[in-house]
């Protein structure tokens, strides 16, 4: 199983950026996949789920309302669309699958992950 994390990069307060996370090596269509981020300094934490089969999301309080995670099926990918962006959303991103719907946001209950994409929100 590969996850292969994109899309980060340098935006100003109030911008947009949009993370992918291809995934590849098996079927997916049963997995949860979520995002997380890990700021210098802090443990990494959950931002936001998706269930690939039923479409089902879930989001951190921190960013609900101005991130939406979404998938395209025919490519086996999740974006991360982040919106209103602050400051305190600078992290390394990650995504990862799971193949169950609970303890979504316990990192250790993750089956994979992918090598972080970096967000920096600049003031």
């Known amino acids: 199983v590969q996850l292969q994390a994109s899309g980060g990069g340098l935006v100003l307060a109030g911008g947009s950026l949009r993370l992918s996370c291809v995934a590849s090596g098996r079927t997916f269509s049963n997995y949860i996949i979520s995002w997380f981020r890990q700021a210098p300094g802090k443990e990494r934490e959950f931002v936001a789920a998706m269930s690939w089969r039923v479409g089902r999301t879930y989001y951190a309080a921190s960013v609900e309302g101005r991130f939406t995670i979404s998938r395209d099926n025919a490519v086996n990918t999740v974006y991360l669309q982040m919106n209103s962006l602050k400051p305190e959303d600078t992290a390394v991103y990650y995504c990862?699958?799971?193949?169950?719907?609970?303890?979504?946001?316990?990192?250790?209950?993750?089956?994979?992950w992918g090598q972080g994409t970096l967000v920096t929100v600049s003031s």
């Open positions: 990862a699958v799971k193949s169950s719907s609970s303890y979504l946001s316990l990192r250790n209950k993750y089956d994979y």
